[in-house]
Nanobody
Framework: QVQLVESGGGLVQAGASLRLSCAASGRATNYNAMGWFRQAPGEEREFVASISWGGGSTSYATAVKGRFTISRDNAKNTVYLQMNSLKPEDTAVYYC?????????????????WGQGTQVTVSS
């Protein structure tokens, strides 16, 4: 089993920055890719960003490309999502996830383990 715990969410104004963290524990996850997804009220969960196990490959949703950066520190079993130039439409619960693959997967159905989520609210 893998446990994922997100942190770093909050309420900010448009244009501000936040950094989300996701700490993994349990079965070793250093060889697994990690992903960030988000879900706004009344909307389906959507892909935000993912990173390969080694950190050398990343994928981003079009809506966040150029504003968000995903990174990982395998020594700390932690993945980060740096979010800059936040917009009201970025408001959502953000989830980190991992699965039994090494590449930067964008498909939520492929991910096996999920965190409880952290709320990000961006006011205009």
């Amino acid at each position: 089993q893998v446990q994922l715990v997100e942190s770093g969410g909050g309420l900010v104004q448009a244009g501000a920055s936040l950094r989300l963290s996701c700490a993994a524990s349990g079965r070793a996850t250093n060889y697994n890719a990690m992903g960030w997804f988000r879900q706004a009220p009344g909307e389906e969960r959507e892909f935000v960003a993912s990173i390969s196990w080694g950190g050398g490959s990343t994928s981003y949703a079009t809506a966040v490309k150029g504003r968000f950066t995903i990174s990982r520190d395998n020594a700390k079993n932690t993945v980060y999502l740096q979010m800059n130039s936040l917009k009201p439409e970025d408001t959502a619960v953000y989830y980190c996830a991992t699965g039994p693959f090494a590449y930067a997967n964008t498909e939520s159905a492929d991910y096996s383990f999920w965190g409880q989520g952290t709320q990000v609210t961006v006011s205009s």
